[in-house]
Antibody
Framework: QLQLQESGPGLVKPSETLSLTCTVS??????????WGWIRQPPGKGLEWIGI???????YYNPSLQSRVTISVDTSKNQFSLKLSSVTAADTAVYYC??????????????WGQGTLVTVSS | AIQMTQSPSSLSASVGDRVTITCRAS??????LGWYQQKPGKAPKLLIY???SLQSGVPSRFSGSGSGTDFTLTVSSLQPEDFATYYC?????????FGQGTKVEIK
């Protein structure tokens, strides 16, 4: 049973960099069957797709965050991470890590972490 | 980016009701669409992928249909555990985009 767990600071100051890690257990992050990504949800609002990293290392980011976001993988620790620079209060949200995969040629997100609230405030 | 418009934004229904939620894409997305259910304080859960394929373990009262720009999620007989917020997600191209959500409440 795959499990994903987000970790990182719950409070980040404006203009600083938000850094989160997702630890994957019950499966290998290196599997070519899976890709890994991040989604966020501001309090009381809808979901926003942040980006994805493929097993090949290729990344795709939401253009709304493109200049500030980096997703990377550490296979030795079975973890992947999110960095979002120059944060403002608008980046306050619950951040979810998630497994993306392809089934019969169709892409889907089928496993999620529990989510972690990150508040941007001085 | 492709815009996904869900309707209604909220609805009230009773246990046993048939409920339909629609999602419209701003351009054609073939059938590259999924439906997710989210309960308060919880991560979303995949219900449907490829517009009409039921995810393993999801009750058969959930079904999806559509192709191109117009899609529907139907719950044939609403159960108490189905009261939640539902989101569509297009994965046709990047950036993937969600609908704004439909909150299903108890009448």
């Amino acid at each position: 049973q795959l499990q994903l767990q987000e970790s990182g600071p719950g409070l980040v100051k404006p203009s600083e960099t938000l850094s989160l890690t997702c630890t994957v257990s019950g499966g290998s992050i290196s599997s070519s069957s899976y890709n890994w990504g991040w989604i966020r949800q501001p309090p009381g609002k809808g979901l926003e797709w942040i980006g994805i990293i493929y097993y090949s290392g290729s990344t795709y980011y939401n253009p709304s965050l493109q200049s500030r976001v980096t997703i990377s993988v550490d296979t030795s620790k079975n973890q992947f991470s999110l960095k979002l620079s120059s944060v403002t209060a608008a980046d306050t949200a619950v951040y979810y890590c998630a497994r993306h995969r392809t089934v019969a040629g169709y892409r889907l997100i089928d496993d999620w972490g529990q989510g972690t609230l990150v508040t941007v405030s001085s | 980016a492709i815009q996904m418009t869900q309707s209604p934004s909220s609805l009230s229904a009773s246990v046993g009701d048939r409920v339909t939620i629609t999602c419209r894409a701003s351009q054609g997305i073939r059938n590259d669409l999924g439906w997710y259910q989210q309960k308060p304080g919880k991560a979303p859960k995949l219900l449907i992928y490829a517009a009409s394929s039921l995810q393993s373990g999801v009750p058969s009262r959930f079904s999806g249909s559509g192709s191109g720009t117009d899609f529907t999620l139907t719950v044939s007989s609403l159960q108490p555990e189905d009261f939640a917020t539902y989101y569509c997600l297009q994965d046709y191209n990047y950036p993937w985009t969600f609908g704004q959500g439909t909150k299903v409440e108890i009448k």
